[in-house]
C-alpha cells in the first residue's frame, strides 16, 4: 500500500484523470472543465486598438460594413453610454463611442490610415479623393 501512495504522488497533473477513472474514482458523466488560455496580443503578432468617436467626426453615422477595415481586423467591442456590446456589420457608430479593435500588426497602419480618412472624410472619403497616407 505504501507503494502505490508514493507512486500515486509522483504522477503528473495530465494522467490524474486517466488514473482516477480507471480506478473509478471519476463519474464519465460529469460535465468537463473548459480549458480557457490567455493569448497575449504578442504572441499572435496582434495589437489591440483602442478608437474613441468624437462628436464632430464623419464616423458617426457610418456602420462597420462601410469601415472597410482589412480582412482580419475586426471590431470586437463598443462601449457606449456605459454599455458594452459587440457589433455587428450592420451597427452605425455614434458620437463618443469607444471602439476595440484587434489587428494584425502588419495592417495596422492601414487600420489607422482608413480609420483617420473615414474620420475625415465621410463614408466615401476614398472615393471623393481624400486618401490619407502615412507622411501626413
Known amino acids: 500500500m505504501l507503494v502505490f501512495v508514493v507512486v500515486f504522488t509522483s504522477l503528473q497533473g495530465p494522467t490524474l484523470p486517466w488514473v482516477g477513472r480507471k480506478l473509478g474514482l471519476v463519474d464519465p458523466d460529469a460535465a468537463a472543465d473548459v480549458d480557457i488560455e490567455v493569448a497575449p496580443l504578442d504572441q499572435i503578432d496582434a495589437v489591440l486598438l483602442q478608437i474613441h468617436v468624437p462628436d464632430d467626426s464623419r464616423l458617426v453615422g457610418v456602420t462597420i460594413r462601410e469601415l472597410r477595415l482589412p480582412k482580419n ?64
Open 73 to 136: 481586423a475586426i471590431v470586437s467591442l463598443i462601449i457606449r453610454d456605459e454599455q458594452s456590446f459587440v457589433p455587428r456589420a450592420s451597427t452605425f457608430l455614434s458620437q463618443g463611442d469607444e471602439l476595440l479593435l484587434v489587428t494584425p500588426e502588419k495592417d495596422r497602419r492601414q487600420v489607422q490610415e482608413r480609420l483617420t480618412e473615414i474620420g475625415r472624410g465621410g463614408r466615401l472619403a476614398r472615393w471623393h479623393g481624400l486618401r490619407i497616407t502615412s507622411e501626413e
